[in-house]
């Protein structure tokens, strides 16, 4: 099993620019979840899935979409990058409940100029 | 509200040393989970313990060891005999039953550096 797997490892957008990031687990888990951290800030949570064509908003989703059109992967969009977005960005997938552990991709790096 | 707090935002000790990091919790609710995970320099995320609101036994798991006290609203994280490896940022993080589908809330971190 690969795991959660993050797609791309680093990527540098110029202010305005558009991406996507793709999350993709392998583990049947109905919980998928995009976080971003700062230094000093700790993770915090963008946009998280509980299902299939399911998508809610975290703490800081402003400037993200997401969708969840199949249940292993998680695209998380930026539509006019901006350097407060300068981040790296982790995503983490988990079985149904909020007791379980989540399991954390190897995160992606942005840098928007 | 929920909240995270790991006030040692840097501890730096020598090898062979036990060192603990500290972790305050702020939650409402009576059910609820408490998470440590580590990031070691390479920068993915490892998870170490989950532990529940209702199981306020300590846990030991080889030089690791976590104390709950919900008393104190602490779950403080404890590694005995550090070793170089050991160098990371370690996370503590709480769920809330029925909060946000599981979401966790993290705290700042703190970084461990363990010199040989």
């Known amino acids: 099993n690969a795991g959660v797997t993050q797609t791309p490892k680093f990527r540098v957008l110029k202010t305005g620019q558009s991406m996507t990031l793709l999350c993709a687990q392998d583990?049947?888990?109905?919980?998928m979840y995009w976080y971003r951290q700062d230094p000093g800030m700790g993770l915090r949570l963008i946009h998280y899935s509980v299902g299939e064509g399911t998508t809610a908003k975290g703490e800081v989703p402003d400037g993200y979409n997401v969708s969840r059109l199949k249940k292993q992967n998680f695209l998380l969009g930026l539509e006019s990058a901006a350097p407060s977005q300068t981040s790296v960005y982790f995503c983490?997938?988990?079985?149904?409940?909020?007791?379980?552990?989540?399991?954390f991709g190897p995160g992606t790096r942005l840098t928007v100029l | 509200a929920q909240k995270v707090t790991q006030a040692q935002t840097e501890i730096s000790v020598v090898e062979k040393e036990d060192v603990t990091l500290d972790c305050v919790y702020e939650t409402r609710d009576t059910t609820y989970y408490l998470f440590w995970y580590k990031q070691p320099p390479s920068g993915e995320l490892v998870f170490l313990i989950r532990r529940n609101s209702f199981d306020e036994q300590n846990e030991i798991s080889g030089r690791y060891s976590w104390n709950f006290q919900k008393s104190t609203s602490s779950f403080n994280f404890t590694i005995t005999a550090s070793q170089v490896v050991d160098s990371a940022v370690y996370f503590c993080a709480l769920s809330v039953w029925g909060g946000s589908q599981g979401n966790l809330i993290f705290g700042k971190g703190t970084k461990l550096s363990v010199k040989p």
């Open positions: 583990m049947n888990h109905e919980y």
């Open positions: 983490a997938s988990a079985r149904e409940g909020s007791y379980n552990e989540q399991f």
